[in-house]
């Protein structure tokens, strides 16, 4: 191919590329960026003098390109250019761990010593991927030796994986050709950033559990070992809070929920304690700094409350749709699934499967009212209904109810190990489809679901016996990919049902 039109093609890929790894993936703890990546490019200069005088600037371009196509998709790429001795290494090593990246990619240019790789990688001490670039899609006949040494990253990457082993360091490999492998480079690498992700992430938790749903329980320990904070809100915090907020609050709360999309057919009086109710918890999350809130709608602070006498449904369908999720019963084992999930897509919605159409592998997906507006389907026409399930001592209260967006989309639970054992707990996940059915008549958000696999009885047999809460986190997206890699870099094991 003639290398002015191969370079075309390969610009014209990069930004293709780019505008569906955009509108599939997210990394939204960084607006301007998916995060962090040090690039580590080996090189053997064994051939220098030997071969043509343009051989190591070809090798400079080639690994510049790969910052490029990085560069491209959004990732703040640093580079330092060929790694070409094992000093050299070391010094790119030292400088490379100062900048903090989340994750060290190793992409050898040919064939190089592992010693020109793992020295950097064991200073940065980041999860580490290895990406064999593979340029060429045919080799004509008067390939020569040069060709072929330009062309060895297989070995490259064979001895890099072969150093990262036998220095016992953990890391992925992604082979790099065409769109479809570059889509699936990214996402291995926004998995493996995301595997430190939850550290120190706050989990507010506003109530006790519901009684009996032990399914739903994680302790201080289990949270603390999968480097969460627990935040315990006190009850008092929120009912000074709903009582402090005023009528222009709740006036400002109506117009900022009638402009996120949703049709309220409804007084301003059958929402107003609700509103208020949202004003008070957005203030909560914002004064004790949450990444997510658990609250128990049924017990004494929510429905029962001779103050608030409402669910949280409404209130929390505003918080989760600011991408705070947010469960109910008290469930803080949901939580940590819809924090994982939040990393790869803002399409993440708090459910449960409430049955199983056997005759067609489908499962019908429901939520007691709280929903995130992100994972509404336009068509369904999303609106704020009355609360007729839960009614509150003060008002029925209010819910929101619509359809999700059809497309791909991943089942995710979380379930807690032996605190002290080797792995600190599993993440169970299930692909399948989302249909454009909705029923209206269920009480809020709802969607079917075509699993995956050839036998949904058994996948859904399997999901059982690994012991998940009974609610979970619906991903509108296939991140089963994210997930796999996410566990590879943690002590939190994966499985894949179905």
């Known amino acids: 191919m003639n290398e002015a039109v191969h370079q075309r093609e390969l610009r014209i890929s990069q930004s293709r590329s780019r505008d569906r790894l955009r509108a599939a993936s997210r990394f939204p703890a960084r607006p301007s960026s998916n995060g962090r990546i040090a690039l580590l490019t080996p090189y053997f200069p064994l051939f220098d003098g030997t071969f043509p005088d343009d051989y190591r600037t070809r090798q400079e371009q080639n690994a510049q390109q790969l910052a490029d196509l990085l560069t ?18 070391v010094e790119h090593g030292k400088r490379l761990a100062s900048v903090d990246p989340h994750v060290v990619l190793v992409a050898p240019v040919m064939a190089a010593p592992a010693t020109y790789s793992v020295p950097a990688v064991t200073l940065i001490d980041r999860p580490s991927v290895v990406c064999q670039v593979v340029r060429r899609a045919r080799i004509g006949a008067d390939y020569d030796e040069i060709d072929a040494t330009e062309d060895s990253t297989l070995l490259g990457c064979i001895m890099a994986c072969s150093g990262l082993r036998r220095a016992n360091r953990q890391f992925a490999h992604v082979m790099l050709t065409d769109l479809a492998s570059q889509h699936h480079l990214a996402r291995v690498l926004y998995g493996a950033i995301a595997s430190r992700s939850l550290v120190g992430k706050r ?3 506003l109530g006790a559990t519901l009684e009996g749903y032990v399914d739903v329980e994680l302790s201080a320990a289990e949270l603390d070992q999968i480097g969460l904070v627990g935040v315990e ?58 990444d997510a809130l658990s609250f128990n709608c049924h017990g004494d602070l929510f429905r029962r409350s001779p103050i608030v006498g409402i669910p949280g449904c409404l209130a929390g369908s505003v918080i989760a749709s600011s991408e705070c999720p947010v ?18 897509t803002p399409k993440v919605q708090y459910c449960e499967p409430y049955t199983f159409e056997y005759a067609s592998g489908r499962v019908i997906l429901g939520s007691c009212g709280i929903g995130n507006l992100a994972t509404a389907s ?13 009614p509150g001592s003060k008002s029925p209260g209010c819910c929101v109810r619509f359809g999700l967006e059809a497309g791909a989309a991943t089942l995710l639970a979380y379930v807690p190990r032996e605190v002290g054992g080797d792995e600190i707990g599993l993440l ?20 079917v679901l075509q699993l995956s696999g050839d036998d949904p009885t058994s996948s859904l047999s399997d999901w059982a016996i690994e012991g998940p809460a009974h609610h979970l986190a619906l991903a509108g997206a296939d991140i089963s ?13 994966h499985r894949h049902v179905g």
């Open 481 to 493: 990919v994210e997930i796999a890699t996410l566990s590879a870099f943690s002590r939190i094991r």
């Open 327 to 344: 469960t109910c019963t008290g469930d803080v084992s949901t939580i940590v699934a819809l924090l994982v999930a939040q990393q790869f």
């Open 203 to 205: 989990i507010g938790l």
């Open 428 to 447: 169970l996940s299930m692909s399948g489809s989302l249909s454009d059915d909705f029923h209206q008549d269920m009480h809020g958000p709802n969607a």
């Open 233 to 290: 809100v006190p009850g008092h915090a929120l009912m000074a809070g709903f009582e402090s907020v005023d009528e222009t609050d709740v006036a400002d709360a109506r117009v900022a929920l009638a402009a996120s999309g949703l049709s309220i057919a409804l007084d301003d009086g059958s929402v107003q304690r609700d509103l208020k109710l949202a004003v008070a918890l957005e203030r909560i999350v914002a004064s004790y700094e949450l």
């Open 378 to 390: 336009s068509s369904t026409n999303p609106s704020v209904c009355v609360n007729y399930a839960y």
């Open 72 to 89: 491209g998709w959004g990732f703040e790429v640093h580079h330092l250019g060929l790694t070409d001795s094992e000093s050299l290494a």
